[in-house]
C-alpha cells in the first residue's frame, strides 16, 4: 500500500466558523465550552473528510486556536517568563494572552512562516528559558481522532526549526549550544516518548529550514538530535517543503528517521535526487499536489511521475500535499459566484484530497482504475492549455514583442531630475505621504452599502469624493509638498486592482489563515493580464482638481499583485509579472496624459516574494526589477515615478533596488532607527530617498525631539538634495485626530530643518 497522508489540514472552517467563535470568546459571548464544542467539530470534519477522500493517516496537531508553534511551544512549556505563567497548568485565557498580549505583556512577536503569508509566533529565547512537557491537549486531540476510527501520525515543528525559528531576548550564546540540545531536545524526546506511550505509531516532524539555506552548524545538529529521537518508540518522517533539499539527500539518507517528506511541487527536480540516491528501505513521502495553490494537478502527469519511484520504492512511496493545505482555501464546493469555467481547473483543499486519493488507487490499482477521473482531468488541463477566457493573444504578442529597452526610461536620473524639479519647483526636504489617509468607518460602510446595491452609485462618488477632497484640504492645510488623495475608494491595494483588470477573479469563501483569527482572501489571476479601462485616472484627476500642488498617483506594482494572490500555475510567474507591468503601464501613461505627473507604484511585497534560497535571488530580481521598470516606461523624463517599501529588511538587495530606477522611493526605516537607511547610504543609493520618519503602526505622535533625532540621522547618510521626508508607510489603520498630530509634527519638524539648512 502506497500510504496517502497529509501534514495539515485548514482550521479555521469552509465558513470561516472558527475564527468567528473564537473572537466570540474574545468579547465574552461565548464560554470555553462553546469555543471547544466548535473545534472539535471542525476537527470532527476535517478528519471526515480526509478518510472519505482516502487519507490512510490524519494528521493531528494541525489544530489551533490561534498559532499552532504556539501550541507546540505550550506543549513543550517553553512559554516566555515574563507573562509569569504555570507552563503546566496553562488556561486557554492565558494562551490567547500569550498570542495578544495583557495588560502588562506585550504579545509575543509574530512574523511570516517562510515565504508564505502565514505568520507564526516566534519563540522567545532567553538564557532562563526552560521546558516542561505538557502533552495534555496534544493527547486528548489524538484521543479524540481515534476514537473517530482514524489512524493518525501528530504532526510537530522540528526541535532544529523551533529553535532557529526562535529569537534570542538577550545574549546568552548559541542557541544550538544553550537552547537546542541541553534543553529543548530532552522535552522533545519527551514528549515524543509520550506520544508513543498514547499508542503513536507514526509522527511527522517538521525541519522546513532544511530548504533554506542554513548555516552548516544547524545543519550539523541533525545527526546528534535525530539520533536522540529516534529512541523513543515512534517511527519519524521528517517533512521539508517550499523548496528543494537535494544537496542534502545524503543527510537525510543517514539520519535515523523513518522517512522524509520532499515538495516536488516548488522543486520538482528533486525528485530525481532522491529516487536515485534515498534509500529505498526508508519512506520516501513525494508532495506533487500544491498545499499553496488553488489549481487542478494534471492527475495523468502526477501518475506517470509517480510509477518509476513506485517501481523502486514499493510500498515506501507515500504521497501527500507538497505542504500543510494550512496555505490553500478549503472547499470550492461552497464557491456560489465563480465563473464555472474558472472553476472547473481549479481544486482547494477538500479537492486536493481527491486528488490524492485518485493516485493512491492509480499507483494501488493501476490507471484503469481511475480512467474516468483521469479522463476529467486531463480534459481540465487541455482547456485550461486553449480556454479563450486565458489566453489573450494580444497581451502575449504584446509581451513577445516587446522592443530592446522596453524597461528603459527615456533618459538618466541625473536627466530625469532636472526635468522634474523645473515644474515641480520642490523646497528642499520635499514632504509627501505613502498614499492612504484613514479608512474610517463611514468610508468602509459607503463601500459596503455600495456593493450590496443598498447605496447609488452616484451616491458612493459622492462620499468618496467629500472623502478625497477632506483628504486634499487637510495636506494643504498642513501644507505637504506632494500631496495623494488618499485612496478611501480602495479596500485593499491589490483586490482594488484586480477587480479592474481582466485575467483576475474572486471567490467568496476562498479564505486563508494570514495570523490567529485573522484570514485572508487572495485575488486569483487565472488568465493573461489586461486592463480594459483607465483604473485610477477618475480619482486622481478629481483630487488634482481640488489643489495647485502636485498630485501623486497610487498604483501596486506588479510583484505586490502576484505575490498577495493566488497566482495561475501554466506560465512562469516572471511571465505574469510583466503582463501585469504592462498593464500598469497602461495605467501610468493614462495619468501622465490627464496630468498627473508625480505617479507612486508601491511594491511593499518585494522583500516576502523573493525565493527561499540566495542562489535564486538574482535571477528572480532580474525579471522582478524589470517588471517594475516596465510598469514605468515610457513616461516623459518630467514624470516623476515613487515607489514604496515596507515591512523589509533590505540591505542585501540594494543593488536591486537601485536598478528598479525609480525617481524616488520611500522606505521603512523608523522602528530601526534609520538603521536600513545607512545601508542605503553606504551604498550611495543614486536616486531620491524617502526614510519614513515616524512609526505608523502605532498611533502614539511622535515627540518633535524623535523625528527631528531620525531626520538628522537621515541627513548624516543621505545627501540633503536627494531626501524627501514622510511618514513610514500608508495611514489608513491610524485614526484622523492622531493622523493630523502626527503629520503636523513632521512639518514642523521638517520647517525647521528647512530654516537651518537655508543659512
Ligand atoms: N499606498 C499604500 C498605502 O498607503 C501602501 C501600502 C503598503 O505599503 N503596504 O496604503
Ligand atoms: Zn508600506
Known sequence: MNTFHLSGYPRVGAKRELKFAVEAYWKGAKSEAELQETAAEIR????????????????????SFYDHVLDLLCTLGGIPSRFGFDAANLTLEQYFQLARGNATQMAMEMTKWFDTNYHFIVPEWSADTSFKVNAKNLIAQIKEAKAQGHDIKPTLVGPITLTYLGKKKEDFGCRIEKILLPKLLPAYA???????????????????????DVAQVWLDAFAPVYKELANTGVRIILGTYFAGVAEHVKLLGSLPVHGVHIDCVRAPEQLAVFAEQFPTNKVLSVGLIDGRNVWKANLTQVI???????AKFQNNLWIAPSCSLLHSPQDLAVEEKLNGEIKSWMAFAAQKLVELGVVKRALEHGKDSVAAELK???????????????HNDAVKARL??????????????????????????LPILPTTTIGSFPQTTEIRHARAAFKKG??????????????????????????????????????????????QLQGYCFTQFGWVQSYGSRCVKPPIIFGDVSRPNPMTVYWSTYAQSLTKRPMKGMLTGPVTMFKWSFVRNDIPLSEVAKQIALALNDEVLDLEKAGIKVIQIDEPAIREAMPLKKSQWKEFLDWACESFRLSSTGAEDSTQIHTHMCYSEFNDILDAIASMDADVITIETSRSDMELLTAFGDFKYPNDIGPGVYDIHSPRVPTDAEVEHLLRKAMEVVPVERLWVNPD????????????????????????LRAELKK
Open 44 to 63: 470532527r470534519l476535517n478528519w471526515a473528510t480526509q478518510k472519505a477522500a482516502g487519507a490512510d493517516l490524519v494528521p493531528v496537531g494541525d489544530f
Open 190 to 212: 519527551q514528549l515524543l516518548r509520550e506520544l508513543a506511550a498514547e499508542g503513536v505509531d507514526w509522527i511527522q516532524i517538521d525541519e522546513p529550514i532544511l530548504a533554506t
Open 304 to 310: 506517470d511521475t509517480l510509477e518509476p519511484v513506485k
Open 376 to 390: 476529467a482531468s486531463d480534459a481540465a488541463a487541455a482547456d485550461r492549455a486553449t480556454n479563450k477566457l486565458i
Open 400 to 425: 513577445a514583442n516587446l522592443p530592446k529597452g522596453a524597461d528603459q526610461r527615456k533618459s538618466p536620473f541625473a536627466e530625469r531630475i532636472k526635468a522634474q524639479q523645473a515644474w515641480m519647483n
Open 454 to 499: 443598498e447605496l447609488s452609485a452616484a451616491d458612493y462618488d459622492a462620499a468618496m469624493k467629500k472623502e478625497i477632497a477632506y483628504c486634499v484640504e487637510v495636506q494643504e492645510k498642513l501644507n505637504i509638498d506632494v500631496p495623494v488623495h488618499g485612496e478611501a475608494e480602495r479596500n485593499d491595494m491589490v483586490e482594488y486592482f484586480g477587480e
Open 729 to 752: 508607510c500608508g495611514l489608513k489603520t491610524r485614526g484622523w485626530k492622531e493622523t493630523l498630530e502626527q503629520l503636523e509634527v513632521m512639518m514642523r519638524v521638517t520647517e525647521k
